[in-house]
């Protein structure tokens, strides 16, 4: 499985983007995905999750109210939709899928896209 992520750019604070991660095949309907986002010597930091069937959906406390994960299976894309964008987001975002395990935790995901800058001004 291969994973593609797009969307990121420059915006400035306030701002919204939308990033998509587009699957090269079907597998990925069957797993939940999930993005996480990374800073220069920081750790991956998991932002969202969402179920396979898409009636579940995490996140980390400081997007709550801000981030919306979705995923259209028929297109095996996920979005992460992503509105009062802070300075804080700045971050490389990668899409993986989930195999099993805590949602929370990288480890429990298998295959990573690239990843997509997301790069906010303040």
């Known amino acids: 499985v291969q994973l593609q992520a797009s969307g990121g750019g420059l915006v400035q604070a306030g701002g919204s983007l939308r990033l998509s991660c587009a699957a090269s095949?079907?597998?990925?309907?069957?797993?939940?995905m999930g993005w996480f986002r990374q800073t220069p010597g920081k750790e991956r930091e998991f932002v969202a999750a969402?179920?396979?069937?898409?009636?579940?959906?995490y996140y980390l406390d400081s997007v709550k109210g801000r981030f919306t994960i979705s995923r259209d299976n028929a297109k095996t894309t996920v979005y992460l939709q992503m509105n009062n964008l802070k300075p804080e987001d700045t971050a490389v975002y990668y899409c993986?899928?989930?195999?099993?395990?805590?949602?929370?935790?990288?480890?429990?995901?298998?295959?990573w896209g690239q990843g997509t800058l997301v790069t906010v001004s303040s």
């Open positions: 969402i179920s396979w069937r898409g009636d579940r959906t």
């Open positions: 095949r079907r597998t990925t309907s069957n797993n939940a």
């Open positions: 993986a899928q989930h195999i099993s395990g805590s949602y929370y935790s990288k480890e429990a995901y298998r295959y």
